[in-house]
């Protein structure tokens, strides 16, 4: 699965720069990523769950990072899937901010963005 960056912005807070996938506060490294992807009963789907990391002082999950993507990368790919994906037809997906997924300080992030969702399936 792909999304691809299309217009507008987020930040975890007013003082980080605007990223298009997560936050560049210093306790997520340099490329932390937050856009969750899940099932309408908010269980994750991508990435898989062993690949969240949970911040200092935080027993919660809901940040990652993929390697050669950063947050304002115009792409984002989840690739090497360890099993197939299984979804049904007409199956909705959410995709969600991590801070926002866990209802974690998320009264401080700013912005929305849009992105084209690509998939290939058999």
């Known amino acids: 699965m792909k999304l691809v960056h299309k217009s507008g912005s987020i930040k975890c807070n007013s003082v980080d720069p605007v990223s298009y996938w997560g936050c560049t506060n210093a306790g997520y490294g340099t490329n932390g990523l937050m856009t969750i992807i899940t099932n309408t009963e908010r269980k994750v789907i991508l990435p898989s769950t062993g690949e969240l990391k ?3 002082g935080c027993n919660k999950k809901y940040f990652y990072t993929i390697n050669g993507t950063n947050h304002t990368s115009p792409e984002l790919a989840y690739h090497d899937l360890p099993n197939p994906l299984l979804l049904s037809r007409d199956q909705e997906l959410q ?5 926002d997924w866990i209802d974690l300080s998320e009264d401080n992030n700013i912005g929305t963005t849009c992105v084209d969702v690509y998939a290939w399936y058999a």
């Open 54 to 56: 949970a911040k200092n």
């Open 95 to 99: 995709i969600w901010y991590g801070q």
